[in-house]
């Protein structure tokens, strides 16, 4: 079926392909003619923007000239024709000759020529504003006649000092004399002021009005431009709205497909154009998706049947946490059924029977690499102990989701850890055997020797003293050749339920003197209640010592050493710390080898045959750097 309609999907793009195109081809596209519509609007309110900003700036122009230019003007033609007048009557009172009358109108003269200047000023200022804005022509008849008055006030100086120098000799003839004759002068000084002023005032009115006149063909020219701008963006509106009227159809059959409806359908396009082509095109893809779907279920059938059929352990969790795929091996190999589908994983008891998923899970997440944890212990439902081998990589399938892949590695472990222990039992018995033959019975007969020797020779001198150290070396060979027995012949635990705490401190209080001896700092501590352990006193005492003095053995300055207990992963864990040079990560991988020893005159029996008793109380010890220097040693011992 799914070929079938493979083969009709790819007959109906051919037939489609065969279409001739040159009608289509011809027309412009659906965004050309919106972008064309909408470029005709912005075009519209452009215009409008335009020619508001023109005939602002031709206004701002006038009115700026009016402000800036002409009323300043003018006020100061308003008052220097009202101080010109004042002037002149205070040369009719200066007639009487007194000396309060001629102080103020040598002070008024004075002012004169800053008047002058003040004028001058503001009609430049008036000049540069006109010329920009077009209305030169309005100032010439105003800069006329300040000429005028300043050539009258040139004329009038002469006729001044003779007044000043008439009004000083007392002679009111000369003086009315020239009072008389500068009446012509002054009075066209103020006739210019006026006419000026009057000239100013008139074209400021002037200005006004055009200005107003103005403001109303601005208003009606952008109503006019607003009108049309509308206008054009409504019918741009109606015509982008008509082009995609199909859209509305498109977008339901869109959505139904998306709800996983794939049925054959049909979007019927109002006309030829991208709209239509894409409806044609979007069907196509539908039934090539219904194909593509049915392939996929077959696959999902067979992926499930492959899953189901692993022995491995299959668990995908989702983002969010919660468990979305548990495959039935997942219920023997992590006691994790089908019912835990849906639920979130913190809230089965997974996490707390593997602990260090949860962590492998969380950095799986956040690296996006994935996670291979090689022998993790499992707590099963029933309690017991289990070591699992577990894949924690990311899944394509959602965001944030982790894939977990767990395979049982017990029976392998102890089948393994069995064939070792034999192997190295029969060589350690080949090995005790040996020595006890080539060894131990040689020393014996040296020693018994040695000793008759020593009843021979004088007690003292050289002989003695040699003597004194072959007795030693054999005491020292006798003492490794029992230590190779002992790894031989160590007995199997005698198990009882006890506080390893208490053990542990009897312990310390047998070395404690020994520490001080030999200058240790030994630091203890011990948190919270420890759970019972079953344990051989004897051997695991043993054990222990040989770690103290191992860690004594391994610091040559300052020594120290911690020693702490607490719950841990349902036993009990001892750490026994130093601060010692440490030991390289080569040598820690071999630590616990047969033979293997960092120090001159080790036998390299010791820390095997601590391995040896932790295995036997069903334990595990582990060796590691400090991140402070020196070295950690770490018992596990199961609760009981």
Same mark, same amino acid.
């Not at 007795?471 to 230590?483: A, V, Y």
């Given at each position: 079926?799914?070929?079938?309609?493979?083969?009709?999907?790819?007959?109906?793009?051919?037939?489609?392909?065969?279409?001739?195109?040159?009608?289509?081809?011809?027309r412009?596209?659906?965004?050309?003619r919106?972008?064309?519509?909408?470029?005709?609007?912005?075009?519209?309110?452009a215009?409008?923007?335009?020619?508001?900003?023109?005939?602002?700036?031709?206004?701002?122009?006038?009115?700026r000239?009016?402000?800036?230019?002409?009323?300043?003007?003018?006020?100061?033609?308003?008052?220097?024709?009202?101080?010109?007048?004042?002037?002149?009557?205070?040369?009719?009172?200066?007639?009487?000759?007194?000396?309060?009358?001629?102080?103020?109108?040598?002070a008024?003269?004075?002012?004169?020529?800053?008047?002058?200047?003040?004028?001058?000023?503001?009609?430049?200022?008036?000049?540069?504003?006109?010329?920009?804005?077009?209305?030169?022509?309005?100032?010439?008849?105003?800069?006329?006649?300040?000429?005028?008055?300043?050539?009258?006030?040139?004329?009038?100086?002469?006729?001044?000092?003779?007044?000043?120098?008439?009004?000083?000799?007392?002679?009111?003839?000369?003086?009315?004399?020239?009072?008389?004759?500068l009446?012509?002068?002054?009075?066209?000084?103020?006739?210019?002021?006026?006419?000026?002023?009057?000239?100013?005032?008139?074209?400021?009115?002037?200005?006004?009005?055009?200005?107003?006149?103005?403001?109303?063909?601005?208003?009606?020219?952008?109503?006019?431009?607003?009108?049309?701008?509308?206008?054009?963006?409504?019918i741009?509106?109606?015509?982008?709205?008509?082009?995609?009227?199909?859209?509305?159809?498109?977008?339901?059959?869109?959505?139904? +497909? %998306?709800e996983?409806?794939?049925?054959? $359908? *049909? #979007?019927?396009?109002?006309? /030829? @154009?991208?709209?239509?082509? !894409?409806?044609?095109?979007?069907?196509?893809?539908?039934?090539?998706?219904?194909?593509?779907?049915?392939?996929?279920?077959?696959?999902?059938?067979?992926?499930?049947?492959?899953?189901?059929?692993?022995?491995?352990?299959?668990?995908?969790?989702?983002?969010?946490?919660?468990?979305?795929?548990?495959?039935?091996?997942?219920?023997?190999?992590?006691?994790?059924?089908?019912?835990?589908?849906?639920?979130?994983?913190?809230?089965?008891?997974?996490?707390?029977?593997?602990?260090?998923?949860?962590?492998?899970?969380?950095d799986?997440?956040?690296?996006?690499?994935?996670?291979?944890?090689?022998?993790?212990?499992l707590?099963n439902?029933?309690?017991?102990?289990?070591?699992?081998?577990?894949? +924690? %990589?990311p899944?394509?399938?959602e965001? $944030? *989701? #982790?894939?977990?892949?767990? /395979? @049982?590695?017990?029976?392998? !472990?102890?089948?393994?850890?069995?064939?070792?222990?034999?192997?190295?039992?029969?060589a350690?018995?080949r090995?005790?055997?040996?020595?006890?033959?080539?060894?131990?019975?040689?020393?014996?007969?040296?020693?018994?020797?040695?000793?008759?020797?020593?009843?021979?020779?004088?007690?003292?001198?050289?002989?003695?003293?040699?003597?004194?150290?072959?007795?030693?070396?054999?005491?020292?060979?006798?003492?490794?050749?029992?230590?190779?027995?002992?790894?031989?012949?160590?007995?199997?635990?005698?198990?009882?339920?006890?506080?390893?705490?208490?053990?542990?401190?009897?312990?310390?209080?047998?070395?404690?003197?020994?520490?001080?001896?030999?200058?240790?700092?030994?630091?203890?501590?011990?948190e919270?209640?420890?759970?019972?352990?079953?344990?051989?006193?004897?051997?695991?005492?043993?054990?222990?010592?040989?770690? !103290?003095?191992?860690?004594?053995?391994?610091?040559?300055?300052?020594?120290?050493?911690?020693?702490?207990s607490?719950?841990?992963?349902?036993?009990?864990?001892?750490?026994?710390?130093?601060?010692?040079?440490?030991?390289?990560?080569?040598?820690?991988?071999?630590?616990?080898?047969?033979?293997?020893?960092?120090?001159?005159?080790?036998?390299?029996?010791?820390?095997?045959?601590?391995?040896?008793?932790?295995?036997?109380?069903?334990?595990?010890?582990?060796?590691?750097?400090?991140?402070?220097?020196?070295?950690?040693?770490?018992?596990?011992?199961?609760?009981?």
């Amino acid at each position: 079926m799914a070929e079938a309609a493979t083969d009709a999907t790819d007959d109906g793009a051919d037939e489609r392909a065969a279409r001739p195109r040159s009608r289509r081809a011809k027309r412009l596209s659906i965004p050309t003619r919106i972008f064309v519509a909408f470029a005709l609007v912005i075009a519209a309110f452009a215009a409008v923007a335009i020619t508001s900003v023109v005939q602002h700036a031709r206004t701002a122009e006038l009115l700026r000239l009016l402000n800036d230019g002409y009323l300043p003007l003018a006020l100061r033609l308003g008052l220097a024709k009202a101080h010109q007048e004042g002037y002149w009557r205070q040369v009719e009172r200066s007639a009487d000759s007194s000396p309060q009358a001629v102080r103020l109108l040598s002070a008024a003269r004075q002012l004169r020529p800053s008047t002058q200047r003040q004028l001058d000023h503001y009609l430049e200022r008036a000049e540069r504003l006109a010329a920009t804005s077009g209305d030169a022509l309005s100032l010439p008849p105003v800069r006329a006649a300040l000429e005028s008055v300043r050539s009258n006030l040139e004329e009038t100086d002469d006729e001044y000092d003779t007044l000043f120098a008439a009004l000083e000799a007392g002679d009111d003839a000369a003086a009315s004399q020239a009072i008389e004759s500068l009446r012509r002068q002054e009075l066209a000084i103020g006739r210019a002021y006026l006419d000026a002023y009057n000239h100013i005032q008139d074209r400021t009115e002037a200005i006004g009005a055009l200005a107003a006149e103005r403001e109303r063909q601005a208003a009606i020219t952008l109503g006019l431009l607003v009108v049309m701008a509308l206008l054009v963006g409504v019918i741009a509106t109606f015509w982008s709205q008509r082009l995609l009227s199909p859209l509305p159809a498109l977008q339901s059959r869109v959505a139904a +497909v %998306a709800e996983g409806d794939l049925s054959p $359908g *049909s #979007v019927e396009p109002r006309r /030829d @154009d991208e709209l239509g082509r !894409l409806a044609e095109d979007f069907e196509a893809m539908v039934g090539a998706l219904a194909a593509r779907d049915e392939r996929l279920r077959e696959l999902r059938r067979m992926q499930a049947q492959i899953v189901e059929s692993l022995r491995a352990a299959i668990v995908v969790v989702s983002g969010g946490g919660e468990v979305r795929t548990v495959n039935p091996s997942a219920s023997a190999v992590l006691g994790l059924t089908a019912d835990a589908a849906g639920q979130p994983l913190s809230e089965t008891d997974l996490p707390e029977r593997l602990p260090v998923l949860a962590e492998a899970v969380a950095d799986v997440r956040e690296t996006s690499q994935p996670m291979v944890l090689h022998e993790a212990r499992l707590l099963n439902a029933e309690g017991k102990e289990r070591f699992v081998d577990v894949l +924690v %990589a990311p899944f394509a399938a959602e965001a $944030g *989701s #982790v894939l977990v892949v767990a /395979d @049982d590695v017990t029976d392998a !472990l102890h089948t393994k850890a069995r064939l070792i222990q034999t192997e190295r039992l029969a060589a350690i018995g080949r090995m005790a055997a040996h020595v006890t033959h080539e060894v131990r019975n040689p020393l014996s007969s040296i020693g018994l020797n040695v000793e008759m020797l020593g009843d021979e020779v004088a007690e003292d001198g050289e002989a003695r003293a040699l003597l004194e150290a072959i007795q030693k070396e054999i005491d020292r060979l006798g003492g490794l050749t029992d230590e190779y027995l002992r790894l031989a012949r160590l007995p199997a635990p005698a198990l009882e339920v006890d506080d390893v705490g208490d053990a542990l401190a009897s312990v310390l209080s047998f070395v404690r003197r020994e520490m001080d001896a030999a200058g240790v700092e030994l630091e203890v501590s011990r948190e919270g209640p420890l759970p019972p352990v079953a344990f051989d006193e004897a051997q695991l005492r043993q054990a222990l010592l040989n770690l !103290l003095r191992n860690a004594r053995e391994a610091q040559a300055r300052d020594p120290w050493i911690r020693v702490a207990s607490r719950p841990d992963a349902d036993g009990v864990r001892i750490d026994i710390e130093d601060r010692g040079e440490g030991i390289d990560e080569e040598g820690r991988a071999r630590i616990f080898d047969l033979f293997f020893t960092t120090k001159e005159r080790g036998s390299g029996l010791g820390l095997p045959l601590t391995q040896q008793i932790v295995a036997a109380h069903g334990g595990r010890i582990e060796c590691e750097a400090r991140d402070e220097g020196g070295t950690r040693f770490s018992i596990w011992l199961p609760a009981a």
